[in-house]
């Protein structure tokens, strides 16, 4: 499965691996899953750790657009953890899309990228 989810921090933080190419069946798991924690614990805070991730189908990519609109000041914080040049421009690209504080992360510092997103 190119995303995996993991609850950390009591459901306050949802980090969500991506490998591969996402497609839009992706989402069908991604979003239930991130619509509940919102309703049990208010806002989140998400890393986005891409490292793995090659790409997205132009449904998947129109599935994110859809989220991205739907939860525009859902995410407190989102970190984006990846290896690659193409997923730190990501980092700012999706900027406008939300009312996160955004910030990238170099896939050898994904600690600190826990720690950023726990701080208060």
């Not at 989140?44 to 891409?50: A, G």
């Not at 504080?101 to 720690?115: Q, S």
Request: aromatic content about 12%.
């Amino acid at each position: 499965m190119p995303i995996r989810l993991d609850e950390e921090g009591g459901g306050k933080m949802l980090v969500v691996h991506v490998s591969g190419t996402l497609v839009k069946e992706d989402y069908a798991h991604f979003v239930p899953e991130f619509e509940r924690l919102l309703r049990e614990h208010g806002k989140l805070r998400l890393l986005f750790d891409m490292t793995g991730l090659q790409g997205w189908e132009a449904g998947a990519a129109w599935e994110d657009l859809k989220f991205g609109v739907k939860h525009f000041a859902d995410i407190e914080r989102l970190a984006m953890v990846g290896d690659k040049k193409w997923q730190q421009g990501m980092a700012m690209f999706c900027k406008p899309f939300t009312k996160a504080a955004v910030r990238y992360f170099d896939h050898a510092d994904a600690a600190g990228a826990r720690k950023w997103l726990s701080e208060t």
